[in-house]
């Protein structure tokens, strides 16, 4: 598979899945996760798409710090409806990297490992996500704001020809390019766009 | 850095696919992207028979619909039988999600009408089987049936699993438990056409 090349140079997610643990899935259950499993996934790489991965990781890291965070005792709520938007794109970015999920994945065996239950929406928070640790009740806030990394202004008019059919094969690829090193730059902006609060 | 698991893992066939969506943002060279058993693993949580079989399952049934071609992420509709609340269907549901793109209400919901992924996977649809797949461009269709039967479950496995969970057994019963639990995959794996049927 040939991607853009910084896909390899993002900052993975290290987790622990105690269900991976029990079943013998990976080792003491650590799995790592980065932006190029959740881009094939997603079935693209786009601001909503490295916005969730990036809040993900921050809302981990403030509320682990230096331990390992744990797969299925991590919950998260969105304040947005699921139906509308971009919502239901951040939610599998967030599933993929806590296995939370509202409904769907493992109802748990004797009491543990339930991934159900674990995310809800349109909840009542001041921002945009809240990430919680169900063993300590721990909690952060996250918000993300890309506004500040403009785009090049070109991709505007090339998507336009694109969606009327109209663009070249050479002005499909100068988008493609043209849309990643936006994706890149929000990369290199992580403290710009993603804010992370105690709650 | 490295993860560790069971070295079958890395031998099992992948399933490529070409994703329109990808290929318009610029994402993979010709939207071409592919999934290993690893990957579906990583994300389920758990590497066991249910993620085997949707795993296998989907190889088999965009093999049976698209030949020689590559399967179109996106453009397939998947459809079980029972309530996506039932256990083992939202666990296989997730896994055929992860590889088809096919979601039911949370996914990309298109541009202009186009590389929508939402509404693309079904429930309580009334069919004989396990899962349904259908290809969206021609409207073919084939049913996925799963049967372990063939494979049996090592007496010792329940044993030891019962012990684990009233947290009675020792850490290399716990050891013992995940050999035998993984080998019992790598079998299934080794049986595939004893264990999967697709039905045109």
């Known amino acids: 598979m040939n991607y853009p090349e910084f896909f390899g140079k993002t900052p993975t997610i290290k987790l622990q899945d105690p269900l991976s643990d029990f079943l013998g899935t990976f080792e003491d259950g650590i799995v790592e996760f980065n932006y190029l499993d959740i881009v094939k996934s997603a079935g693209h790489s786009c601001p909503t798409v490295s916005g969730a991965y990036l809040c993900t990781v921050k809302a981990l890291e403030s509320l682990y710090q230096d331990e390992t965070p744990i797969r299925g005792n991590i919950h998260v709520s969105f304040k947005s409806n699921p139906l509308e938007g971009v919502a239901g794109v951040i939610a599998n970015v967030v599933t993929q990297i806590t296995g939370a999920t509202e409904y769907s994945g493992f109802k748990g065996l004797n009491g543990k490992f339930a991934r159900n239950n674990l995310m809800n929406f349109n909840a009542d928070i001041s921002a945009q996500m809240e990430f919680k640790r169900l063993d300590t009740g721990k909690s952060v806030t996250v918000n993300y704001d890309p506004s500040s990394v403009g785009g090049n202004p070109k991709m505007q008019e090339l998507m336009g020809k694109l969606m009327q059919g109209v663009a070249s094969a050479e002005e499909k690829k100068e988008f493609g390019k043209l849309w990643q090193e936006r994706v890149k730059a929000i990369f290199n902006n992580i403290d710009k766009v993603v804010m992370v609060s105690n709650s | ?200």
């Open chain 2, 1 to 200: 850095m490295i993860l560790n698991y069971p070295t079958f893992f890395k031998t099992r066939p992948t399933i490529k696919l070409q994703d329109p969506l990808q290929k318009f943002l610029g994402t993979f060279q010709d939207g071409i992207v592919e999934f290993s058993y690893l990957e579906i693993t990583k994300n389920a949580g758990h590497s066991c028979p249910d993620v085997t079989g949707a795993y296998l399952m989907t190889l088999r049934a965009l093999k049976a619909l698209y030949k020689e071609e590559l399967p179109i992420r996106g453009e397939i509709e998947v459809s079980f039988n029972k309530d996506y609340t039932d256990d083992i269907t939202s666990v296989m549901a997730d896994v055929t999600s992860h590889i088809t793109g096919a979601t039911l209400q949370l996914g990309f919901r298109g541009v202009e009408g186009k590389f929508s992924r939402i509404k693309k996977l079904k429930f309580n649809e009334e069919f004989e089987g396990d899962i349904r797949f259908k290809r969206l461009d021609n409207q073919k269709e084939v049913i996925a049936q799963y049967d372990l039967s063939s494979i049996p479950i090592d007496s010792k496995q329940n044993i030891l699993m019962s012990k684990i969970i009233s947290g009675e057994a020792t850490s290399s019963e716990e050891i013992e438990f995940e050999v035998l639990w993984q080998q019992r995959i790598e079998k299934i794996f080794n049986h595939t056409a004893d264990v999967i049927k697709i039905i045109e």
